[in-house]
């Protein structure tokens, strides 16, 4: 087992943002934003910024920090981003047409993919049936 610490945190050239470490109420915040803004809405951003961030370039699949796809329960286009700094997993989900995200967090590293992205999956599943009538009317996964 080993002990936490700056020592065991990625190098801040490989960490997300440098290291940049923020409480989940803030991740949620930030994450918001990105939703206000990917919609038009005012934010921290100009909107055409939010764009650029979420458009993925040379017909590609990733954008600048998120994997751009389409998914029936998200109205469109979705935008995922998940990874580790070696001590935590992190797995996101936006889906601005529904004005809806998904953010879990384990305190596992890097093998906690399948868990995250399982927990996503029953998170997205409880939200689809229990969504405001008008939001949306695909049942697709």
């Keep these: ?3 936490n610490g700056p020592t065991v945190d990625n190098p801040p050239v490989l960490g997300p943002a440098g290291t940049v470490h923020a409480p989940l109420e803030d ?3 930030f994450v918001a934003d990105h939703l206000r803004g990917l919609r038009g809405e005012p934010g921290l951003l100009q909107p055409a910024t939010y764009r650029i961030l979420a458009d993925p370039p040379f017909g590609g699949d990733y954008a600048l920090g998120w994997v751009v796809v389409e998914r029936s329960w998200g109205g469109g286009s979705v935008l ?3 990874g580790c700094n070696t001590m935590f997993y992190a797995n996101a989900w936006l889906a601005p047409a529904r004005d809806f995200a998904v953010l879990v967090c384990a ?3 890097l093998d ?4 995250t992205d399982a927990a996503v999956g029953a998170l997205v ?3 689809r049936a229990r969504k405001p009538e008008g939001r949306g009317s695909s049942r697709q996964p």
């Design 80 to 82: 995922n981003h998940c």
């Design 112 to 115: 906690a993919f399948t868990g």
């Design 125 to 127: 599943e409880w939200w």
């Design 107 to 109: 305190n596992q590293g």
């Design 1 to 3: 087992m080993r002990n």
């Design 27 to 29: 991740w949620a915040r």
